[in-house]
């Protein structure tokens, strides 16, 4: 699973298809042809958001401000219509390849900061070790 949260992923998508990150959950019925796409910019946020993280469905109905009606059924029809444009698009497939390496850098940074971490503890957890060994062995001397 990946470090990205929902939010962000929603936020590169928007900011990929050129969108107000707002209107990924805005009502958009009759906007799936126009470009930029909002509703393919929304299947695809949610897609990713399935893919990369621990999100619910309800979670995800409910950033996206989809009712709980019927929502499981809008997520997956609008999941196919996402698969038949990104095949019939090749200017779509190029932006879902842009978002997945956003993505994927987004968390490959922060995995390299948590291991850069968790080297600097264990270096600051072996100092302190030494330290008590060497006060230690003073103490005995005395």
């Known amino acids: 699973m990946s470090n990205v949260t929902p939010l962000e992923i929603a936020g ?8 107000d990150p707002k209107s990924l959950s805005t009502r958009m019925a009759g906007n799936y042809k126009e470009w930029p796409r909002p509703l393919a910019a ?26 709980r009606s019927g ?12 698969s038949a444009e990104i095949k019939a698009d090749p200017e779509l497939r190029d932006l879902v390849v842009k978002v997945e390496r956003e993505i994927d850098a987004l968390h490959e940074s922060r995995e390299e900061a948590r291991e850069a971490e968790l080297r600097r503890r264990a270096a600051d957890d072996a100092k302190r070790s030494y330290a008590r060994g060497k006060a230690a062995g003073q103490g005995a001397r005395t």
């Open 71 to 82: 929502g499981y059924r809008v997520l997956e029809e609008a999941d196919q219509r996402l």
């Open 12 to 19: 590169i998508v928007a900011r990929v298809f050129d969108l």
């Open 42 to 67: 929304r299947s695809l946020a949610v897609r990713l958001i399935m893919a990369h993280t621990t999100a619910t469905k309800v979670s995800i109905l409910n950033l996206f401000g989809i009712a």
